[in-house]
């Protein structure tokens, strides 16, 4: 089989012929596309936060705004590589200065998950701010940063996909994965993970009155981008100090870690339904 696959390899797209580079060579410094992608996804959901706010049922004032895009930022990059080195790759743990590399990537969506809740739970309890409507709000905004990292992803030719069939025109092959061609698993989860999930949320939040029933934009986000993820995993090659992991047990770790997430979200929508919606002319504070 792998012999086949192979043979068709020479038809098939080649990652290097891109022209594709890490970063922006400024001389003394590259300027890492991956580094830009957290910064686009970061200051394109404070904008957009920004902008939120000013529309009727927001829970939160502009300075709650600015905490959040301090800490929540500690949290993605801090939560994101500690929750690569724990559930990944633990061996990250011996080595500090590796840990710390993460313009180098291997950064974990449940461990930048975690560190964000951190974040919010912090400001939330700070302000005195109803912490399941804050997280509405930050929800919205999530799907921009994982469209930019995962095409990071794919610029920097890493993370790439499990072989492909010859019924796969868009399959490539990649510097150090091989000589057979993959499915490129960063651009489908851009696509699912990022562009999808922003439209699904821009679209909820700005069309209809989601915004004013608790928990239901979470609901809908942690239930989306948990099944994106979970999806995407069919595609996508295992880390490789875990795919005996995966090979024993017939899923990917992220995807078991993703399992837990699509329940809470189910359960956080049925919940927000079954409750009244808040009132559309409550007053936040304007501090």
């Not at 038809?11 to 012929?17: C, L, P, V």
């Not at 095409?151 to 030719?157: D, E, P, R």
């Not at 490129?184 to 989601?210: D, K, N």
Request: net charge neutral; aromatic share 14%.
């Amino acid at each position: 089989m792998m012999e086949f696959l192979a043979a068709g390899g020479s038809d098939a797209i080649h990652w290097a012929d891109l022209g594709l580079r890490p970063g922006i060579d400024l001389g003394f410094f590259t300027l890492r596309y991956y580094s830009l992608a957290y910064l686009a996804g970061i200051l394109l959901a404070y904008w957009h936060l920004g902008r939120m706010i000013k529309a009727p049922g927001a829970p939160m004032a502009q300075r709650h705004v600015d905490d959040l895009f301090f800490y929540c930022t500690l949290g993605v990059i801090l939560g994101g590589r500690l929750g690569y080195a724990t559930f990944y790759e633990p061996d990250l743990w011996t080595d500090p200065a590796a840990l710390v590399a993460v313009w180098h990537g291997g950064m974990s969506f449940h461990g930048g998950l975690i560190g964000t809740v951190i974040a919010m739970a912090y400001v939330s309890w700070r302000g005195k701010l109803p912490f399941i409507r804050v997280a509405d709000y930050i929800a919205v905004n999530v799907p921009f940063g994982m469209m930019f990292g995962r095409i990071a992803n794919f610029i920097n030719g890493e993370l790439w996909g499990r072989p492909a069939g010859p019924d796969v025109p868009w399959a490539m092959i990649f510097p150090g994965a091989g000589p057979l061609p993959r499915h490129p698993s960063q651009l489908y989860e851009a696509a699912l993970e990022g562009f999808l999930m922003m439209v699904i949320m821009l679209l909820t939040f700005w069309l209809s009155r989601a915004r004013f029933r608790t928990g239901l934009l979470t609901g809908i986000f942690v239930t989306g981008i948990a099944m994106a993820r979970f999806t995407v995993e069919f595609f996508r090659e295992p880390d490789a100090q875990l795919a005996d992991f995966a090979a024993r047990s017939g899923l990917n770790m992220g995807q078991w870690l993703t399992i837990p997430l699509i329940l809470l979200g189910i359960a956080l929508i049925i919940w927000s339904l079954s409750r009244p919606a808040i009132a559309s002319g409550a007053k936040r504070d304007e501090a």
